[in-house]
């Protein structure tokens, strides 16, 4: 089979490239190294680097594919920084989306596999709905991000279902692991956690540390994903992926704190501008559907998570050097104090 991922130099990306290449599938990779880099890209793979927002060359690009089957993950996740870059981030994960969505109906794709997010989710619509959620569970985003993702999920539908093509939405919860962005300080707070520790600098929590969140680890649920090209079952479905265990991220910082064998400084800052206090997800039916497995304890996956990170070494973070809004920044990007 055909199949082209984007994203793929990004960190769940470039698992699903190398998983799906060593399945034997042809795999076509397209990334635009904003959030990724060369050295994830899996060898074996036919790679093109392009911004997915350029109409006509991502037209070219399919015109040149053809692919089969189209694994979607590339965007700009960031919940938190999409307040302060809402163009950046809204434009990256819906409006690139929609270019591809076209060109994929024009070029007879068969099937989109849609890379969603727990932020569809937000509050539970102001706490009428409590977690773990359910896939029926009302879309209610509390982010820019996670209102680029649903406009993204509709739109899919619409499309697909006016022009008969199949398409199944995943979306996967707080998902970490080897080849995690080490030098981003907006997002993946394990990854944070982890290269602050490296470079024997504080760790910060936001707000209180009580908010749940349900870490899954990607060695877990990578077979889920890549049985989503194929699986005949699914066209239509949405599907929650990931962590059934969820933790105080307060309880998740001891735990880094101790399987890196470190005693440094965590500082509570002021909490950020909407941020979900709660966000987990039942995953009956990713057991049910693609046979999903919680195999991995937080704490063997921070340990695991920490043995690669320190084979890679420290990174200095990687800070934007403007944001488009720059009023209510938190504290720790505005001193980059990670």
Request: proline share 5%; with cysteine.
């Amino acid at each position: 089979m055909r199949i082209l991922v984007s994203g793929c130099a990004g960190f769940m990306g470039r698992w699903v490239a190398d998983e799906l290449n060593k399945k034997g599938h042809e795999v076509y990779g397209v990334d635009d190294f904003s959030g990724g880099f060369e050295r994830n890209i899996p060898k074996g793979i036919n790679f093109t680097r392009l911004d997915l927002r350029n109409e006509d060359a991502t037209r070219t690009l399919m015109e040149h594919i053809r692919p089969d089957v189209i694994q979607h993950l590339a965007a700009h996740p960031h919940e938190g920084l999409s307040q302060f870059n809402p163009i950046d981030i809204f434009t990256t994960t819906c409006n690139a989306s929609l270019n591809l969505m076209k060109a994929e109906i024009n070029c007879d794709v068969k099937r989109f596999v849609f890379y969603s997010s727990m932020a569809r989710y937000g509050n539970g619509e102001n706490g009428k709905y409590q977690p773990p959620f359910d896939e029926t569970t009302p879309s209610s985003p509390v982010d820019v991000y996670g209102a680029a993702k649903v406009a993204a999920e509709t739109s899919l539908e619409a499309l697909a279902q006016t022009h008969g093509m199949e398409y199944v939405i995943l979306v996967p919860h707080n998902v970490a692991g080897e080849f995690q962005n080490l030098s981003d300080p907006y997002r993946n707070v394990l990854a944070i956690w982890i290269n602050s520790l490296m470079r024997n600098k504080s760790l910060y929590i936001y707000g209180d540390g009580n908010q749940e969140r349900s870490f899954s680890f990607i060695k877990d649920s990578l077979n889920c994903y890549v049985k989503c090209s194929s699986n005949e079952n699914l066209n239509g479905e949405v599907i929650n992926i990931g962590g059934g265990n969820p933790i105080k991220l307060k309880e998740a910082v001891q735990i880094t704190q101790e399987e890196f064998g470190s005693e440094q400084e965590i500082i509570y800052v002021p909490k950020r501008p909407r941020e979900v206090k709660r966000s987990f997800c039942t995953i009956k039916k990713s057991q049910e559907l693609l046979g999903y497995e919680d195999k991995t304890d937080f704490r063997t996956g921070i340990r695991e998570m920490i043995t690669w990170a320190k084979s890679v070494g420290p990174v200095e973070p990687r800070y934007l050097p403007f944001l488009e809004i720059e009023k209510n920044v938190p504290i720790t990007w505005k001193n980059q104090l990670i």
